[in-house]
């Protein structure tokens, strides 16, 4: 099958959810990681992240027992880029989570240092207003708190890969 001119064939493939099934790795795209990871908990299918950061957030929404369920970028929020010309876009949350109490969070992941460019600016306005109508909160999740998740994924991950380990130990006796 021919690839068109500008466009690249995808490297890497979801072939569904399973336990058994290993995703393909994180590869970089340019100094970005990005791929595919599934979770029961995802209500719109794989999510193709595309930073590390994103992965850290999706990992830690996986294993958190507060989350019943997230969507990654499932809506897209207008917004007007131009005042002068009127121009519309459409910005894409990272994130829609639904937890345990009830409360639906609009998640976007940003580095700190660009929270306060004009576009992401704006986006951010349209988002909580978006968020707000419908009932959510609106949070940018930054470096402090994605460095934070990433420690907290890690123990999770040593207490599980030490917990396995004693019942594989458990069972060989």
Do not use: C
């Not at 100094?31 to 992965?55: D, V």
């Amino acid at each position: 099958m021919a690839t068109p001119k500008n466009k690249t064939p995808s490297k890497t493939s979801y072939t569904g959810y399973s336990k058994f099934k290993k995703l393909p790795r994180p590869r970089r795209k340019g100094h970005y990681i990005t791929g595919s990871y599934a979770s029961p908990k995802s209500t719109n299918g794989p999510s193709q992240y595309r930073s590390g950061w994103e992965l850290v957030v999706l990992e830690y929404l996986d294993w958190n027992p507060q989350v019943v369920s997230f969507e990654y970028e499932p809506v897209a929020i207008p917004y007007i880029s131009n005042a002068q010309t009127g121009k519309v876009r459409h910005y894409h949350p990272d994130f829609i989570v639904q937890f345990a109490d009830g409360r639906k969070l609009v998640v976007e992941v940003k580095r700190q240092d660009k929270i306060m460019d004009l576009m992401v600016r704006k986006k951010t306005e349209a988002g909580k207003r978006w968020a707000e109508e419908r009932g959510m909160q609106y949070q940018i999740w930054s470096n402090h708190l994605i460095f934070k998740l990433k420690e907290l994924n890690e123990g999770v991950k040593k207490m599980r890969s030490s917990t396995a380990k004693k019942a594989n130990t458990t069972k060989t006796k």
